[in-house]
Every structure is written in structure tokens, then in C-alpha cells.
């Protein structure tokens, strides 16, 4: 009998990704609907995950919206206004000293009931593997720990 991940709201992402934040990093999915993974990643003290509209179906050629839901240990969600970030689009596969092909600006953007989050428009040149890496650092000095989260992304034409 095959192994079927736990089906969770997004609402319920914030209670799940601070359980998370306790343990030890690295890539975990979540299903938030049966067909659709998010990938959770954990850097430090912060946790995040990549929605991508329209969704999480990212086409070649067109504009994507890109959205970065980011907490804290304990769930404590981080605004585009408490973090110095910035996010690099990576074509796969990737070598060392690659440059990104992409480094679209962030701007604070509401979604799914949250305001402020970190987002971006993304045209993926080509259908393919593409890596986005969100970095961070808190406006706040203290507030939490400088982050890099790593995602993986499969484009459509």
C-alpha cells in the first residue's frame, strides 16, 4: 500500500510550518490540494514557501506571479517590509558561478488573506527546471536570522 502525503488547507500553513521550524531542515512537501505539492523550506529560523500563479503552473513565455509565504520559528509570519530580500531565477542545470538569468524585483503583494508578502512577476524564458533562491535579511537587526531558501520550479510551455 503506497504512502499518500497528509492533505492540508493553506490556511493551516503557518501552524504546520512552525512544527517545522523545530526540526531539522531540508526539503519537505505538503499537499494543499491533491494534485498540488508546496515545497517547505527551513533556513535558520525561517521557513518559507513558493505559490506560483496561476495555479502553481507556472507557462513559458508568459507572466507568472510569484509569491513567498515567510515565518519564524513559532509561526510568526515576515513581511516584505522586515526583510532585506532579494530573488535570483536560476536555469537548471546549474553550475558553480552561474549567474541568474533573472532577478525580478520584490514588492509586497497580498494573497490568500496574507498582506505584505514577499512577491514578484517572473517570465520564464523557456519550459524547463529553473531554481528560484529567495535571500534575506532582517530590516530589524536581530529579529531573525539571515536566510537563503532554495526552490524548485518545473516551467510548461
Not at 514588492?107 to 496574507?114: H, I, K, L, P, Y
Not at 517572473?122 to 529553473?130: H, I, K, M, S
Not at 528560484?132 to 530589524?140: D, Q
Request: charged fraction near 15%; charge should be positive.
Amino acid at each position: 500500500m503506497r504512502h499518500r502525503p497528509p492533505i492540508i488547507r493553506k490556511t493551516s500553513f503557518l501552524a504546520l510550518l512552525s512544527g517545522l521550524m523545530l526540526s531539522a531542515g531540508g526539503v519537505i512537501s505538503v499537499a494543499t490540494r491533491p494534485s498540488i505539492a508546496h515545497q517547505v523550506q527551513v533556513s535558520g529560523d525561517v521557513g518559507g514557501t513558493v505559490h506560483i500563479e496561476p495555479r502553481d503552473n507556472p507557462r513559458a513565455g508568459t507572466a507568472n506571479s510569484v509569491w513567498f509565504a515567510l515565518a519564524r520559528r513559532g509561526g510568526q509570519t515576515i513581511p516584505l517590509s522586515a526583510c532585506n530580500c532579494q530573488l535570483a531565477v536560476y536555469a537548471q542545470p546549474r553550475r558553480q558561478g552561474d549567474a541568474p538569468i533573472l532577478s525580478p524585483a520584490l514588492q509586497a503583494v497580498s494573497a490568500e488573506g496574507r498582506e505584505g508578502v514577499p512577491g514578484a512577476t517572473v517570465t520564464f524564458p523557456r519550459a524547463g527546471a529553473y531554481e528560484l533562491v529567495l535571500r534575506g535579511r532582517p530590516v530589524t537587526s536581530g529579529a531573525f536570522t539571515p536566510f537563503e531558501l532554495r526552490f524548485l520550479v518545473t516551467v510548461t510551455r
